[in-house]
């Protein structure tokens, strides 16, 4: 038994398919194979159920996997005490945002923590919520910036700031002229929203419950009120399709042409944004350099917390 053959098997309990397994572990699909094989010939178990389209665990192979992961997390602490007696923040640091704070973070960030902490480059992951919980929870991630609330799994979490949303509308629209807007008001707009797997469209749905409606099954709804991106969302309502909520750190600081942005009145709805990471990591001053550097950042309109 090795680690790279326990690298494997949680690298195929993880993507449930052997080719993106071997992709993401940089080997060969008949490599990891055989190595995976030869691991339940040595156990005398089996681990996976290989169907016609996708790769099952069973239920005694779940439980090898914990264990696994267990195993590559310690040997990863081992390597890490070490590198901490020669330079606590050495080495990169793997971080992941979701979409909805990457693009207005990370620029900024980055810069930051290339001025600060040189020594440790940034691996940057964007993706949804529940993925970088899945990536933080296989070792995959060291740590992860993320807007709460999201479920609990044993996690370390520092609060990083609160932040305000915003309304988008189009500059011709009525409400384009106001210095603020009510939630109730935005109820016969039509809403313009991220689609499903965005942690940020749940939060709109809690500001405008009513638009919950459009979630459904329902394709041809969901094709008219959904955007892959906050981006495309504001393009979107530039062209006077509808109306759409968007954090505070997406507005651009330039006044566009085509697009106004209207405060909510009291009370603001806001979203937290914190960053986690595994109880395990003993990386404890990288953690507290990455947010230094982003309590270096502007950050123009949000409630730092500390």
């Not at 339940?40 to 089996?46: I, S």
């Not at 099952?56 to 310690?74: H, M, S």
């Not at 509308?169 to 109820?187: C, N, Q």
């Amino acid at each position: 038994m090795t680690l790279t053959e326990l690298r494997y098997i949680v690298a195929v309990a993880r993507e449930r398919h052997f080719g993106r397994a071997a992709e993401a572990c940089f080997v060969s699909q008949p490599t990891l194979s055989v190595a995976i094989k030869k691991l339940e010939d040595e156990l005398e178990v089996k681990l996976f159920e290989r169907g016609a389209s996708e790769i099952t665990v069973t239920p005694l192979g779940e439980e090898i996997v914990r264990q696994a992961q267990t195993v590559i997390e310690g040997a990863a602490g081992i390597k890490e005490t070490a590198k901490r007696g020669k330079d606590p923040v050495s080495g990169p640091l793997r971080l992941g945002v979701i979409y909805t704070i990457g693009p207005y973070l990370l620029p900024d960030l980055v810069k930051h923590a290339i001025d600060r902490v040189p020594q440790m480059p940034l691996m940057l992951q964007e993706n949804f919520t529940a993925k970088l919980l899945d990536m933080l929870r296989t070792g995959d991630l060291d740590c992860a910036i993320m807007a709460e609330p999201f479920p609990d799994t044993g996690l370390a979490v520092a609060p990083l700031y609160d932040e305000p949303f915003m309304v988008a509308v189009p500059k011709t629209h009525a409400l384009a002229k106001r210095k603020h807007v009510s939630a109730e008001e935005l109820k016969q707009e039509t809403m313009l929203l991220l689609g499903t797997g965005h942690c940020f469209r749940d939060h709109v749905l809690e500001v405008c419950p009513e638009y919950a409606r459009f979630s459904s099954d329902a394709e041809g709804i969901r094709k008219s009120f959904e955007g892959s991106s906050l981006e495309t969302i504001k393009y979107m309502v530039a062209s006077g399709m509808g109306v759409t909520v968007v954090p505070q750190l997406s507005v651009p600081k330039d006044t566009q042409p085509h697009v106004r942005y209207v405060a909510f009145s009291a009370p603001v709805p806001t979203r937290r944004v914190v960053l986690a990471w595994r109880r395990t990591f003993t990386r404890y001053e990288a953690i507290a350099a990455l947010r230094n550097a982003i309590y270096a950042c502007e950050l123009e309109g949000v409630a730092r917390l500390s």
